[in-house]
């Protein structure tokens, strides 16, 4: 159903990345596109519509497979890359090459030579959460419990997870880019990988840390999943904000 309303589906990616902020998720991929692939669509100025309406117009009447909420997804091709967002100005800016790019980020750079580094096929960027003086659904009389405090929390403001498979199985890199004192929260990212869950499993139960080194201003951590875990747990568990992902 999705290849009939957009002309492609997952089926024709080969490579994606995404950028999710609030209701705007943003995604380019390269794969089997060229300009047939987007003819079935309305088009102005080379940029196609799936639906109807203004930017980010939710009308569940209109509700697809690709588009749940019913708001208007805006796509373009540019070679065999395809661009699809709910934001026209942005499709706009991919196809005129005038738009902020992510890689002119200095950290995220570096992070993404890291996980090149170590052979990644998949990662994810994020910044981290702060739980002091936000609405987590975790008081901090828990943490004091688990013997946590807010300066034994690392200090970074972007982390990234990457995927790889090695020779004895899963492998997964975390990357956490700091700021201040490196060295300190080489330490701290480390007892907390050592640490518990929040709700108070031991995390070598989940994952064997395999090794924390320092590169520049980047802490790498290096992991393998427990027998009985899939590579996603650490992604499970940056996902519910548990000990390793929290920042002070």
């Known amino acids: 159903m999705v290849h009939e309303e957009l002309g492609w ?4 990616v080969e490579q994606f990345v995404g950028h999710a902020v609030g209701p705007n998720v943003t995604t380019v991929a390269t794969g089997g596109f060229d300009e047939t692939t987007l003819v079935g669509l309305t088009e102005v100025d080379g940029i196609y519509s799936a639906g109807n309406g203004a930017d980010y117009e939710a009308d569940l009447a209109q509700s697809t497979p690709a588009r749940p909420g019913g708001a208007p997804l805006r796509l373009a091709v540019s070679g065999n890359r395809l661009v699809a967002s709910p934001d026209t100005a942005i499709v ?9 790019t992510l890689a002119d980020e200095g950290a ?22 702060s739980l002091f003086g936000q609405p987590l659904p975790i008081a901090e ?5 688990l013997g946590v405090t807010r300066k034994s929390l690392p200090r970074y403001d972007t982390y990234a997870i990457g995927w790889a498979v090695g020779a004895e199985g899963p492998e997964i890199t975390v990357v956490y880019h700091v ?28 994952v064997s840390l395999e090794g924390v080194d320092v590169d520049g201003q980047n802490v790498i951590v290096s992991l393998t999943p427990a027998s009985d875990r899939g590579p996603n747990i650490v992604y499970l568990m940056a996902d519910g904000e548990d000990l390793p992902f929290l920042v002070e």
């Open 9 to 12: 589906s997952v089926v024709d």
């Open 141 to 145: 009389t828990v943490l004091e419990a």
């Open 179 to 206: 700021a201040g004192d490196v060295d300190r929260a080489r330490e701290q990212v480390a007892k907390r990988w050592r640490g518990t869950t929040l709700r108070g499993a031991d995390i070598a139960t989940l």
């Open 108 to 129: 995220l750079a570096g992070i993404a030579r890291l996980l090149d580094r170590a052979g990644v096929y998949a990662a994810m960027f994020s910044a981290p959460t």
């Open 92 to 100: 706009q800016q991919w196809l005129d090459g005038s738009g902020p």
